[in-house]
T-cell receptor, first 113, second 115 residues
Framework: ELKVEQNPLFLSMQEGKNYTIYCNYSTTSDRLYWYRQDPGKSLESLFVLLSNGAVKQEGRLMASLDTKARLSTLHITAAVHDLSATYFCAVVIISNSGYALNFGKGTSLLVTP | DSGVTQTPKHLITATGQRVTLRCSPRSGDLSVYWYQQSLDQGLQFLIQYYNGEERAKGNILERFSAQQFPDLHSELNLSSLELGDSALYFC??????????????FGPGTRLTVL
């Protein structure tokens, strides 16, 4: 069974600081997704990482993927309040006939002044 | 706005009842997925349909069933509801074919409260 573990699960950080969220998964996969969710809202796609060594950046967020280590990171640079949300990583499960996303438990981020 | 629509937004019902959640995928998407999000279980995959056929099944209870219609909209039926079924139910869609996987786009969700 594929397990996806995120840490930390809760993160309170000051504006302007840097931090990294980690996502480990237990079986081979070359596709990893990062989503953002605001309270009571839907999931917004942030990054799609499709190969080993992939790095993508959007604003203050940068995501990377190391398929050999089965590890993805989401790095936050100079955090601002607008980044407060829950961040999920998800790994694709491929079965004989279909696909599904297996999500981590999410990292709840609070950025304070 | 992802282009995926779900109705209703909120649903309040009693234990033992049956409800139907509806999802319309993005235009052109043939695959529909259902997910359940609850505080204790997190985000869990329930089931996938592709062009009307069931393709993948996750942790879906026997009391739950789904189908995808010829117009590609999908319905998730939940019966004999229990308090623990209270959750946010998401539908997602993608342009998957049986041999390739593409990104899923999520709808706004239906919040189900079972009293």
């Amino acid at each position: 069974e594929l397990k996806v573990e995120q840490n930390p699960l809760f993160l309170s950080m000051q504006e302007g600081k840097n931090y990294t969220i980690y996502c480990n998964y237990s079986t081979t996969s070359d596709r990893l997704y990062w989503y953002r969710q605001d309270p009571g809202k839907s999931l917004e796609s942030l990054f799609v990482l499709l190969s080993n060594g992939a790095v993508k950046q959007e604003g203050r967020l940068m995501a990377s993927l190391d398929t050999k280590a089965r590890l993805s990171t989401l790095h936050i640079t100079a955090a601002v309040h607008d980044l407060s949300a829950t961040y999920f990583c998800a790994v694709v499960i491929i079965s004989n006939s279909g696909y599904a996303l297996n999500f981590g438990k999410g990292t709840s981020l609070l950025v304070t002044p | 706005d992802s282009g995926v629509t779900q109705t209703p937004k909120h649903l309040i019902t009693a234990t033992g009842q049956r409800v139907t959640l509806r999802c319309s995928p993005r235009s052109g998407d043939l695959s529909v997925y259902w997910y359940q999000q609850s505080l204790d279980q997190g985000l869990q995959f329930l089931i996938q349909y592709y062009n009307g056929e069931e393709r993948a099944k996750g942790n879906i209870l026997e009391r739950f069933s789904a189908q995808q219609f010829p117009d590609l909209h999908s319905e998730l039926n939940l019966s004999s509801l229990e308090l623990g079924d209270s959750a946010l139910y998401f539908c997602a869609s993608s342009i998957n074919t049986p041999s390739s996987y593409n990104e899923q786009f999520f709808g706004p969700g239906t919040r189900l409260t079972v009293l």
